[in-house]
Structure formats: C-alpha cells, structure tokens
C-alpha cells in the first residue's frame, strides 16, 4: 500500500503533506508531526478519504482550528484530516444560517449581526470553528450551541451523510451525540432571530472587552484547561490551592485566569501533561475535587 499515492489520488497532491508540524495548526502552538495531513476539498473526497481510512485501518483524526487541542510532542502517526481552510463556507437565508463544519465561529457570527440576526453574540469570542463548537456543544456568557442549533449535516464511518434534527443530537455540557457515535460534523443549520444590527455588535463588543480583561488572550493557549466541576469553578479552585503563576517549564497557570493553561514561548506538550497533572492532584488533594481536562489529546502522551 503507497499511502501518499492513494491520498494524493483521493484528495490531490497540493493537498496531502507528509511530516506536518502540528504546532502550526494549533492554538497552543505545541506539537510534533503528523505523518500525514489532508486538506479534502469537499464532501465527497471526505467520504472517500474516511472509507479508504476504514477500509485500510488507517488511524484518522478530524481536526478543525486546532483551538482545543494538545499534540504530543512525538507527533501523531495517523492522518489529520482539516476541515478548516475549504470547508467554510457560510449561507444565509432569512433567520437562517447554514455554516460548514471550517467556518470560524467568529466569522459566522460577524455574518449574522451583519444580517441583523441575533443569538451569536457570545459565540463571537470562542476561537474555533462550528464543527469543533457542535461537538463539544461550546458555550461562553449563558449561551451554548445548542441553543440555536436546528440540525446538524453529519457523515458516518462509512462515508454517507445525514442531516439530524437538534433534540437528537444529545447535547449536554461540553459534550453531544457526535462524542458517542464518532460522528464527523459537516455542517450545521442554524435558527437565530431578528435584531438591530448596532445593538447586536454593541453586546459583541461588550462581551469583547470581559473576555479580554479576563483571559489571556495575548498568550498561545487551548482555551480553558479543565471542564468545570459540579458545584465549583475550576479557575476558582485552581487559584485558591495556590497554583497562581505556576509554571513548568513555559506551560504556565495563567495570572490572569487560572482555569488557563499557556505557552509563554516555548513550551512542550510534555511541560503542559507536567502542569494538568500536578493541578489535578494538587486540587484533589486540597478540596477533594477531581478536575477533568476540557482539552482534547492527540498522540501518544507515555
């Protein structure tokens, strides 16, 4: 089997690289090489793609902006699959959006409130794509995808697509029915409502300034570290065990807002494991609490 043949067949040769660096791809600018990493250019080179990967038993990781993602340092010995750069696009159709799984949630919410549509504000500021935003059911201020979701456009491990309706996706805090199913999202359509586009960029740029006088935002990071535990904040936690500033290596608890983990410049994945680790068991020790990672894991971490 010549695997870069049969991708650069599958997907085109300008879009299939071997031994990618996967700390450009990521918000945390941490991360060795991807054997391989694919660019499809739609729907029907993905399904073909995710067969072959079936078919051939080849390890495959559907990856978006990279924003909640740490790389091993070892690099990940599969194929990453990215969505982002060609699976953007955005459409609008009254109170209606339809966005792919590439588009940057940003983006699609700047799109909105130039449409005078409303629901998005807050999803404004989360720096990933609304596939990753779908999977994980990204929140931030109150607001959750869920929350506008109509349906998700979904493809299964054998290449075929479906649309499913919201109330069966399973949505609950940082998690969906695609976790579960190992479903790949492609799309989602989305139903906002009608508002004042001034009044709607006014609470973007409100929620704007919070975000930045509150996270580091200045700094490369996977957003917030660890999911928050029943009854607490884990930035709460974190601070109060004195874990403020807390580094190893370049990986640092964040002064700004412990429930962040950041590179200050060179820190490697292993520096990162180092710093959740100790938290964790710092935390735990402290207020008996067990803190779960938010982040997703790619590669091997032993």
Do not use: W
Not at 152 to 168: A, F, L, Q, W, Y
Request: proline share 3%; charged share 25%; glycine share 12%.
């Amino acid at each position: 089997m010549d695997l870069v043949s049969d991708l650069n067949n599958i997907c085109g040769p300008s879009n299939v690289f071997v031994n990618e660096m996967m700390k450009d791809h990521t918000s945390f600018r941490i991360g060795g090489p991807a054997s391989y990493y694919v660019t499809p250019g739609n729907e029907e080179e993905l399904g073909e793609l995710i067969r072959y990967c079936v078919r051939t038993g080849s390890e495959y990781y559907i990856l978006g902006n990279g924003s909640n993602l740490l790389v091993s340092d070892k690099g990940y010995p599969g194929i990453v699959i990215r969505l982002f750069e060609r699976f953007n696009d955005i459409r609008i159709d009254g109170s209606r959006i339809y966005a792919m799984a590439g588009a940057l949630l940003s983006r699609t919410a700047n799109m909105a409130a130039k449409n005078s549509l409303s629901g998005l504000e807050a999803a404004a500021g989360i720096p990933g794509t609304l596939g990753g935003a779908i999977v994980m059911n990204a929140g931030a201020y109150g607001f959750e995808m869920k929350d506008v979701t109509e349906y998700v456009r979904v493809m299964k491990h054998d290449g075929s697509t479906e649309d499913i309706p919201s109330h069966m996706m399973e949505f609950g805090y940082r998690t969906s029915r695609c976790i579960r199913d190992g479903l790949i999202v492609l799309g989602a359509g989305l139903v906002l409502a009608s508002g004042d586009e001034e009044t709607i960029r006014d609470r973007m740029r409100e929620l704007k300034e919070q975000r930045s006088a509150k996270q580091p935002l200045e700094y490369p990071s996977a957003g917030s570290t660890f999911k928050r535990p029943e009854g607490y904040f884990a930035g709460k936690l974190i601070m109060d065990a004195g874990l403020k500033g807390y580094s190893v290596g370049d990986a640092c608890i964040s002064e700004k807002h412990c429930g962040f983990v950041i590179n200050k410049g060179n820190a490697s994945a292993e520096d990162v494991i180092k710093l959740i680790k100790h938290v964790q068991d710092t935390v735990l020790d402290r207020f008996g609490v067990r803190l779960e990672p938010e982040i997703k894991f790619l590669g091997d971490f032993t």
